[in-house]
């Protein structure tokens, strides 16, 4: 079938990327990759626009938020480029009051934590966001066939955001709501879903060709209370953007135990950090779906030789996959030389080269 027979949907000109290809599990000229936190600290580029600019006025600007999302795809050649943003940005645009503070991450000023406060979380409608639709709609036309991932943070890592007031190590207050309050708690991801996925609709409908739900912290939970407090809301964001046909990752930290559940909750591809061997994280994800990852990001510190047998590890245990992307697995870790991460993709495409 040639391009202009298809179907509409399929006549974007990025539904042919390799990125694309290995979501939807179909054969790729190499084995795509790009990585999370890609756009920001490593680069002294982004360092240098981003210059007296906070974190989060940078990401009402759409022309800087083109700049920064295009700088890595620039340098390094990946296959697709992340929506520059943080999880936090539509809890900003609800009026929620937060701020991300340097070297500490999103700090809440008031935390969520009785039934009254959830009132502060109003729905989010597009007028809150026009930033995010300008700036896609500026970078989908730069970026050409590369397709550009849209994100959001998951309803169980904002809350605990949320609840805890900031970054946390043991999520206990978050775990004592969930806990303690379930009705609470379950009416609190609730409407986190909810504002997740008018997020990403948002991003979609500007043009993002995929989207991923972040839920870093989620590890920090057993199976049980995974399914039993996280996955409806979790599943909820994804039953809402299903229709628009576009790839689902679904990623978490520490989630060795979960990949199963993930997957289920509506992925259409698993993001894996680096505790788990490919192959056995296509066995606890099932068929149907593909798989994301999973270099440990602190490998790219050692000399060149073992970035590449790490990287071989990696492709090794992917050969039999369905649909491999690759990617670290978890962020770029900011004192990352750039250089290691554009011979990264040169390595990864010239070895999966067919
Ligand atoms: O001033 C700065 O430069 C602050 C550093 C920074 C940056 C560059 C923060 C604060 N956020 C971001 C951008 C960002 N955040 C991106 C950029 C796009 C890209 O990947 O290239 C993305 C995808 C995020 C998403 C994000 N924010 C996540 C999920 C991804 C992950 O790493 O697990 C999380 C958990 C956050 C919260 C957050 N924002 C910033 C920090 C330092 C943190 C983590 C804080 C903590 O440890 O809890």
């Known amino acids: 079938m040639s391009a202009n027979d298809r179907p509409l949907a399929q006549q974007t000109p990025t539904y042919d990327s390799a990125f694309l290809k290995a979501c939807r599990r179909e054969p790729v000229p190499h084995t795509p990759v790009w990585f999370m936190r890609q756009a920001g600290r490593s680069l002294p580029e982004y360092l240098k626009v981003r210059e007296g600019i906070p974190m989060l006025d940078s990401c009402m600007r759409p022309e800087l938020v083109t700049e920064i999302t295009l700088q890595p795809v620039r340098r390094h050649k990946v296959d697709a480029a992340i929506y520059f943003s943080d999880i936090v940005v539509p809890l900003k645009a609800i009026g929620v009051d937060l701020d991300i503070k340097p070297g500490v991450g999103p700090v809440v000023a008031e935390p969520i934590r009785r039934r009254e406060d959830l009132e502060r979380l109003r729905d989010l409608t597009p007028d809150d966001i026009p930033y995010v639709t300008e700036a896609i709609g500026m970078l989908t036309g730069e970026l050409g066939s590369t397709p550009l991932i849209g994100f959001a943070g998951a309803p169980f890592t904002l809350a605990s955001y949320l609840v805890e007031g900031g970054p946390s190590r043991n999520h206990e207050n978050t775990k004592a709501l969930m806990y303690g309050d379930p009705g609470l708690w379950a009416d609190l991801l609730d409407r986190l879903a909810e504002i997740t996925a008018a997020f990403l609709k948002v991003q979609i409908e500007a043009g993002a060709s995929a989207v991923q739900l972040f839920d870093s912290w989620v590890g920090a939970l057993a199976p049980a209370d995974y399914r039993r407090s996280v996955m409806p809301a979790s599943s909820k964001v994804f039953d809402a953007v299903a229709s628009y046909g576009v790839p689902r990752i679904h990623f978490g930290v520490g989630t060795g135990e979960l990949l199963g559940l993930m997957g289920e909750a509506g992925a259409d ?22 798989l994301q990852g999973n270099l440990d990001p602190a490998v790219l510190f050692a000399p060149r030789e073992a970035v590449e047998a790490q990287t071989r590890r990696v492709l090794d245990a992917a050969a039999g996959l369905e649909g491999h992307v690759f990617n670290l697995g978890h962020g770029v870790l900011p004192t990352t030389d750039p250089d290691a991460l554009t011979r990264l993709v040169e390595y990864v495409h010239t070895r999966t080269a067919r």
């Open 269 to 290: 591809v698993v993001g894996v950090d680096w505790r788990v061997p490919l192959d056995e994280a296509a066995r606890r994800v099932g068929p149907g779906k593909a």
